[in-house]
Nanobody
Framework: QVQLEESGGGLVQAGGSLRLSCAAS????????MGWFRQAPGKDREFVAG????????DYADSVKGRFTISRDNAKKSVYLQMNSLKPEDTAIYYC?????????WGQGTRVTVSS
């Protein structure tokens, strides 16, 4: 069983940066590909970025490619999302989960608000 807790969200102006963190508990973290997802007001949750078990492979949604960077530290059981050049359309609640999401692993998320 894995529990995930996101942090690092906040209010930032367009063009600014934030770094999100996801702390995991449980023994299986290092064996799982992980991902970041987001849900904007009135919209469905969508994929943002994914990272392989060792961190050697990553993939991104087209909307964030070149601006966001996902990374992980298996020793700390953590996944990170560095977000640069933020845009108002990045405003959402951000969640981490397995790259193929497990319904039971959704946490509370962390809110990111980008003002124009």
């Amino acid at each position: 069983q894995v529990q995930l807790e996101e942090s690092g969200g906040g209010l930032v102006q367009a063009g600014g940066s934030l770094r999100l963190s996801c702390a995991a508990s449980g023994r299986t973290f290092s064996s799982a590909a992980m991902g970041w997802f987001r849900q904007a007001p009135g919209k469905d949750r969508e994929f943002v970025a994914g990272i392989g078990r060792s961190g050697g492979s990553t993939d991104y949604a087209d909307s964030v490619k070149g601006r966001f960077t996902i990374s992980r530290d298996n020793a700390k059981k953590s996944v990170y999302l560095q977000m640069n050049s933020l845009k108002p359309e990045d405003t959402a609640i951000y969640y981490c989960n397995r790259r193929v999401p497990a319904p039971a692993y959704w946490g509370q998320g962390t809110r990111v608000t980008v003002s124009s």
